[in-house]
């Protein structure tokens, strides 16, 4: 049995034809792809699994070979042990705020620049879009050392709360971004002009239009932006790593790395303060799975 | 893209324009140069926000760092003396950077294919109406919210030489405990494994996407004509993958060739440099040893390498590569 029988059946779509011929010729009760997909999927998930396990084993459990699969007692005084140990509600109002603040950001300063790259005339138009899409080729890496420099001055010299050291240096560089600019332009040019030149003629100022005509029907193009924005920023490593120092303005990706440098041999403590920080976006994945799923689709078979 | 737009200058309101974008109420000559001139005033102030940001934090950085990689630029002293290509041939005669190129090529032709091929056998195994499919389909995807961070973390317990879940396995079928990432020669094997978990989501996610976009009828047609499963699948279905496939290449690659966060928290680029990566030896030089200058000049080399090998990928790639119409 192959791929393309069940896809030949109907893919995704039909299996209530009746019992399925691979079922019938293989005697089985169930499908067959059960046998492949059952023991991939705990291949997945058992890094998940033993991540839990470890995290309400006690030290001397952990610290044992051969490994103590099943715990004896669950000691749960791992996660208030490590809640003490590090800031994690700290790290993650700093994790939410900036991907929040992050989002809102794009999605307002995007939108006014995408339309305007799809509608207006106005001069340096193109010369300026080219200069975007530049950007956009290029990797962090390159950009990042002056971007420092910049923040730094910034921090200095104009408005501490974006400066080194705080969180707003996480949100100001990547407050709007080529890629989002780019595609909520090419968004934009799809729809239909008819509804905004009406009006207009009625009367309504093009903030007016943009507001009440086009962001409505671009409403999945925003959510797209909008989850993909969020996971970068609450992901983001590198940058939060540079710009930040203090404890209290860490996200929780960087406060999880400093803590695992300070208990790099506390598995039980390390693992609780890990399951602490992916928790929460696990949570807010699963909530909002179909958006997620369909934005990352979305930038595939935007590239095909 | 950008250049039919290039063909509307403002400035010449009298010209219709191919494409007609703008909102243009008739109107007699006056009233439409008025017009124009307010959509001149609506375009800037509609950019101006995002494009400072992004000139300030991305067109201005290029440039700058461009400038600093022909600069002798460190915190020590305060002038930045142009030194021509002085940093450049460093990076010639540092055998680091070679290890750093060989390692970055190394993972790369290991990560990528690895993914593909999991991400390939999973989205067709669960593009099927099983039961607990949306279960099966949950657990692929709950790898894309898992930071790297995390990832690492658990990756490194797994692989914890002494108390380790995987030396454990081994034991059991006979092979004797492993270093993993305390063995230079391990080591980077090892972040490709948990590298390839950690996108194992988002390759599932796309190649379902394209699965599901694959019409009946040609299928229907192969299997008329005689085809078998496997047949069918290599001649039909494969093919009106590549667009997806070549998507996954070359953005796996380009993450591929800037690997850090993993390199960072599991071995900081040891043992003995194994696991030096390019991003890595890169930060260690600018943010460590605070030579912007030299690390300048690696940034822009990495940069080199990316567009070729994207470049490489595409020209190659479009030869395999069917577009349906």
Same mark, same amino acid.
């Given at each position: !049995?192959?791929?393309?029988?069940?896809?030949?059946?109907?893919?995704?779509?039909?299996? +209530?034809?009746?019992?399925?011929?691979?079922?019938?010729?293989?005697?089985?009760?169930?499908?067959?792809?059960?046998?492949?997909?059952?023991?991939?999927?705990?291949?997945?998930?058992?890094?998940?699994?033993?991540?839990?396990?470890?995290?309400?084993?006690?030290?001397?459990?952990?610290?044992?070979?051969?490994?103590?699969?099943?715990?004896?007692?669950?000691?749960?005084?791992?996660?208030?042990?490590?809640?003490?140990?590090?800031?994690?509600?700290?790290?993650?109002?700093?994790?939410?705020?900036?991907?929040?603040?992050?989002?809102?950001?794009?999605?307002?300063?995007?939108?006014?620049?995408?339309?305007?790259?799809?509608?207006?005339?106005?001069?340096?138009?193109?010369?300026?879009?080219?200069?975007? !899409?530049?950007?956009? !080729?290029?990797?962090?890496?390159?950009?990042?050392?002056?971007?420092?420099?910049?923040?730094?001055?910034?921090?200095?010299?104009?408005?501490?709360?974006?400066?080194?050291?705080?969180?707003?240096?996480?949100?100001?560089?990547?407050?709007?971004?080529?890629?989002?600019?780019?595609?909520?332009?090419?968004?934009?040019?799809?729809?239909?002009?008819?509804?905004?030149? #009406?009006?207009?003629?009625?009367?309504?100022?093009?903030?007016?239009?943009?507001?009440?005509?086009?962001?409505?029907?671009?409403?999945?193009?925003?959510?797209?932006?909008?989850?993909?924005?969020?996971?970068?920023?609450?992901?983001?490593?590198?940058?939060?790593?540079?710009?930040?120092? #203090?404890?209290?303005?860490?996200?929780?990706?960087?406060?999880?790395?400093?803590?695992?440098?300070?208990?790099?041999?506390?598995?039980?403590?390390?693992?609780?303060?890990?399951? !602490?920080?992916?928790?929460?976006?696990?949570?807010?994945?699963?909530?909002?799975?179909?958006?997620?799923?369909? #934005?990352?689709? +979305?930038?595939?078979?935007?590239?095909? | 893209?950008?250049?039919?737009?290039?063909?509307?200058?403002?400035?010449?309101? $009298?010209?219709?324009?191919?494409?007609?974008?703008?909102?243009?109420?008739?109107?007699?000559?006056?009233? $439409?140069? $008025?017009?124009?001139?307010?959509?001149?005033?609506?375009?800037?102030?509609?950019?101006?926000?995002?494009?400072?940001?992004? =000139?300030?934090?991305?067109?201005?950085?290029?440039?700058?760092?461009?400038?600093?990689?022909?600069?002798?630029?460190?915190?020590?002293?305060?002038?930045?003396?142009?030194?021509?290509?002085?940093?450049? $041939?460093?990076?010639? &005669?540092?055998?680091?950077?070679?290890?750093?190129?060989? &390692?970055?090529?190394?993972?790369?032709?290991?990560?990528?294919?690895?993914?593909?091929?999991?991400?390939?056998?999973?989205?067709?195994?669960?593009?099927?109406?099983?039961?607990?499919?949306?279960?099966?389909?949950?657990?692929?995807?709950?790898?894309?919210?898992?930071?790297?961070?995390?990832?690492?973390?658990?990756?490194?317990?797994?692989?914890?030489?002494?108390?380790?879940?995987?030396?454990?396995?081994?034991?059991?079928?006979?092979?004797?405990?492993?270093?993993? *990432?305390?063995?230079?020669?391990?080591? *980077?094997?090892?972040?490709?494994?948990?590298?390839?978990?950690?996108?194992?989501?988002?390759?599932?996610?796309?190649?379902?996407?394209? =699965?599901?976009?694959?019409?009946?009828? *040609?299928?229907?047609?192969?299997?008329?004509?005689?085809?078998?499963?496997?047949?069918?699948?290599?001649?039909?279905? *494969?093919?009106l993958l590549s667009p997806a496939s070549l998507f996954l290449a070359v953005w796996l690659t380009i993450n591929a060739l800037q690997l850090f966060d993993e390199v960072y928290l599991s071995t900081q680029g040891g043992p003995l440099n194994a696991t030096t990566v =390019?991003?890595?030896?890169?930060?260690?030089?600018?943010?460590?040893?605070f030579n912007f200058g030299y690390a300048s000049a690696i940034a822009y080399f990495l940069f080199l390498i990316i567009l070729v090998v994207t470049a490489i990928q595409f020209r190659v790639g479009r030869r395999f590569t069917h577009y349906r119409s």
């Amino acid at each position: !049995m192959t791929a393309t029988s069940a896809l030949a059946r109907g893919g995704a779509q039909s299996s +209530a034809d009746g019992v399925p011929g691979a079922r019938r010729r293989w005697g089985l009760p169930f499908s067959p792809w059960h046998l492949v997909l059952l023991p991939a999927t705990l291949v997945l998930i058992f890094p998940f699994i033993w991540l839990l396990v470890t995290s309400v084993e006690t030290p001397s459990e952990a610290l044992h070979f051969p490994p103590v699969l099943l715990p004896h007692v669950l000691q749960f005084s791992n996660y208030p042990d490590a809640f003490n140990s590090a800031p994690f509600g700290r790290f993650f109002v700093n994790s939410a705020v900036v991907a929040v603040v992050t989002v809102l950001c794009n999605l307002v300063f995007c939108s006014l620049a995408g339309y305007a790259f799809a509608r207006f005339r106005f001069l340096g138009r193109a010369a300026l879009f080219v200069v975007i !899409m530049a950007t956009l !080729m290029v990797p962090f890496q390159v950009t990042m050392i002056p971007q420092f420099i910049i923040t730094k001055w910034l921090g200095v010299h104009v408005l501490g709360a974006v400066g080194i050291d705080h969180i707003g240096a996480l949100i100001l560089p990547n407050a709007a971004t080529a890629f989002g600019i780019f595609f909520l332009r090419q968004f934009f040019r799809t729809l239909p002009l008819e509804y905004e030149e #009406s009006a207009r003629v009625d009367g309504a100022s093009r903030l007016t239009v943009l507001w009440r005509i086009v962001l409505p029907l671009a409403t999945p193009a925003l959510a797209t932006l909008a989850a993909l924005t969020f996971l970068d920023s609450w992901n983001n490593f590198l940058w939060p790593l540079i710009a930040i120092t #203090s404890t209290n303005q860490m996200t929780l990706p960087l406060g999880l790395a400093t803590f695992q440098g300070a208990h790099s041999t506390e598995w039980t403590l390390l693992m609780a303060g890990n399951v !602490m920080s992916l928790v929460p976006m696990l949570a807010i994945f699963f909530l909002a799975q179909r958006y997620f799923i369909r #934005s990352v689709a +979305a930038t595939g078979l935007a590239g095909t | 893209m950008a250049v039919p737009d290039a063909l509307l200058r403002p400035g010449r309101p $009298r010209r219709p324009g191919p494409v007609g974008r703008g909102i243009r109420p008739s109107g007699g000559g006056a009233a $439409r140069r $008025r017009v124009v001139a307010s959509e001149q005033f609506a375009g800037w102030a509609f950019v101006t926000p995002g494009v400072v940001i992004i =000139l300030l934090f991305g067109a201005v950085p290029i440039v700058w760092s461009a400038l600093m990689s022909f600069q002798r630029s460190n915190l020590l002293s305060p002038s930045t003396p142009f030194v021509g290509l002085k940093n450049y $041939r460093q990076m010639v &005669h540092d055998p680091v950077v070679g290890q750093a190129i060989q &390692h970055t090529l190394v993972y790369t032709v290991l990560f990528v294919p690895g993914t593909m091929i999991v991400g390939l056998f999973l989205a067709v195994a669960m593009n099927r109406k099983i039961r607990f499919i949306n279960f099966y389909r949950t657990a692929a995807y709950a790898t894309m919210a898992i930071s790297t961070i995390s990832e690492a973390i658990v990756f490194i317990w797994l692989f914890d030489p002494s108390y380790g879940i995987v030396n454990y396995a081994l034991s059991r079928v006979g092979v004797p405990p492993q270093q993993f *990432l305390n063995s230079p020669s391990e080591a *980077l094997y090892v972040i490709v494994a948990m590298t390839i978990w950690g996108w194992t989501g988002f390759a599932v996610v796309i190649y379902l996407a394209a =699965l599901q976009g694959v019409p009946q009828m *040609l299928m229907e047609a192969a299997a008329i004509d005689g085809a078998g499963h496997w047949q069918t699948f290599r001649r039909v279905v *494969l093919p009106l993958l590549s667009p997806a496939s070549l998507f996954l290449a070359v953005w796996l690659t380009i993450n591929a060739l800037q690997l850090f966060d993993e390199v960072y928290l599991s071995t900081q680029g040891g043992p003995l440099n194994a696991t030096t990566v =390019l991003v890595y030896y890169l930060y260690d030089q600018a943010f460590q040893n605070f030579n912007f200058g030299y690390a300048s000049a690696i940034a822009y080399f990495l940069f080199l390498i990316i567009l070729v090998v994207t470049a490489i990928q595409f020209r190659v790639g479009r030869r395999f590569t069917h577009y349906r119409s």
